[in-house]
Each structure stands twice: as structure tokens, then as C-alpha cells.
């Protein structure tokens, strides 16, 4: 039911912000569908898969508001209750509003984790991006349901043009955990407040029609503190805690 009730909201947003921009005369509306296969499931220096996934993504922005579904097909779910197939561990929504002053762009979210083997969760965070060299950008996530706690990603990213028209894009990101349960546990067993994981990656976006481009990247994922790394441990299929991983991405823009 409250999953519902959540659909629901993000379906009333949507057409609200469709019909403010359709009577101001801005039919600003643009999206994309895109889809990653991934030699792993990482999130934020967890891992959560031992083999391939299929991540398949549907956005729509109609001026500064944008909405998102995102799921992930994990490959390698099923095998070992002697299923012999795979299945849909994850799905989330995410809804967005931007608005910028000068370089300064301000964005405030919200995003519901809908988990096939865990209980489902809900975050709003907030992000400050600037628009210069190195593009650094700052989030706070706060999980107000079944985590508890607060979650910080500080990142930058560069790109330098490879050709004409591909872009090799490079990123950097660390984090900092609040007491966020969902982020696992210290040696004792306790929810803790430290830093969490550090993510180096880069990424080739090569276009191939007007709108349609493939995207190979890799990533590595490593812990920034006992605490973290012990937490990592514990919730990391394999126990996985420096990881590195990749895949392509294919996106189509409209």
C-alpha cells in the first residue's frame, strides 16, 4: 500500500508539473531509455551481486522537474535455489527539481528503493553542483524510513574529448556515513559515523545515430575506514570489499 500511494504521488507530480509548463506555453519536455549491462550490481562500495546485471532506466524532464525508473536484472539470482534463471532484486523511483543561480545549481529529490529481498526505503536528499573545473558537486541523502541516517557524496569529474563528438568523461567520488543503517554495521555490530567508500571511474560516450550512443566504463570501489570496510564486508555477496567492474551503457535520447 505504500508503495502504491507512492506511484501514485510521483503520477500527480508529473502531470502537475506537465500541465503548469502546457499552460505557460513551454512544452519543454525531453527524456531518455537507457539500459546498462554490468559485470556487477555496486551501490555506494557495496556490492550486491556475484555475476552480470541488466539496469534498464526510462527518464522524463519537463523544464527543471525530471522523473526516473530505474531497475536492476540481476542474471545469477536465481541459480542457486536451483531456479536456473534470473530475476528483478530492485526497483526505484526518483523525482527531481533543479533550479540554478549563475553556476550554482541547487537540486532537491526524493527516491524510493523498492527491494526484492529487503525491506523497501525512501530518501530525500539535497545536491550542490558548480560549474567549474573540477565540476565538484556535494549530496546529502537522508534516509528518513528504514535507515535512519544520513549519507554524503562529495565527487568531480572532467572530460576531455578523445575525437570529435566522444568524450572520455574520468570522476572521482568519497562519501561519509551518519548513522544510516542501511549502510551496514561496525565490528560491534553497531550503526556508525565515519567514512564510508571512495569510487574511481571513467567512461567513453560514442554516438551512433542522432540521439543513440554507447557508453564502455569502468569503476573501482574501495572503503575509507575500518568501519566502512567491515560493514562492506558483511553486506558484499563474496565479502567483496576493493571492487572493479564495467560494462557498456546504451542510451537514446528524445
Not at 575500518?226 to 576493493?242: F, L, M, R
Amino acid at each position: 500500500m505504500k508503495r502504491f500511494r507512492f506511484v501514485f504521488l510521483v503520477i500527480l507530480i508529473i502531470f502537475s508539473a506537465s500541465a503548469v509548463n502546457l499552460y505557460a506555453g513551454e512544452q519543454n519536455v525531453s527524456g531518455s531509455v537507457s539500459v546498462d549491462v554490468m559485470s556487477n550490481y555496486v551501490w555506494r562500495g557495496q556490492k550486491l551481486s556475484n555475476s552480470w546485471v541488466v539496469q534498464p532506466s526510462v527518464s522524463i524532464n519537463y523544464g527543471s522537474f525530471s522523473s526516473n525508473i530505474w531497475a536492476n536484472y540481476d542474471t545469477d539470482s536465481m541459480i542457486d535455489e536451483g531456479d536456473g534463471h534470473g530475476e528483478i532484486t530492485e526497483t526505484d523511483i526518483t523525482a527531481n527539481y533543479n533550479f540554478s543561480f549563475d553556476k550554482l545549481t541547487i537540486g532537491i529529490g526524493y527516491i524510493y528503493y523498492a527491494l526484492n529481498s529487503a525491506s523497501d526505503t525512501q530518501e530525500i536528499y539535497v545536491s550542490a553542483s558548480y560549474d567549474i573545473l573540477p565540476h565538484p558537486s556535494l549530496t546529502f541523502y537522508y534516509d528518513y524510513d528504514e535507515g535512519k541516517g544520513t549519507f554524503i557524496v562529495a565527487s568531480i569529474k572532467h572530460s576531455f574529448d578523445l575525437a570529435k563528438d566522444i568524450p572520455l568523461e574520468l570522476g572521482a567520488s568519497a562519501s561519509f556515513n551518519i548513522e544510516d543503517k542501511v549502510m551496514g554495521t561496525d565490528s560491534e555490530g553497531d550503526e556508525f559515523t565515519n567514512f564510508y567508500n571512495s569510487e574511481l571511474k571513467a567512461s567513453v560516450s560514442i554516438p551512433l545515430t542522432k540521439g543513440l550512443s554507447v557508453t564502455p566504463k569502468v569503476a573501482y570501489s574501495f572503503p575509507l575506514s575500518n568501519d566502512a570496510e567491515e560493514a562492506i564486508k558483511n553486506i558484499s555477496d563474496d565479502g567483496d570489499k576493493d571492487i572493479f567492474y564495467g560494462g557498456l551503457n546504451l542510451t537514446l535520447c528524445f
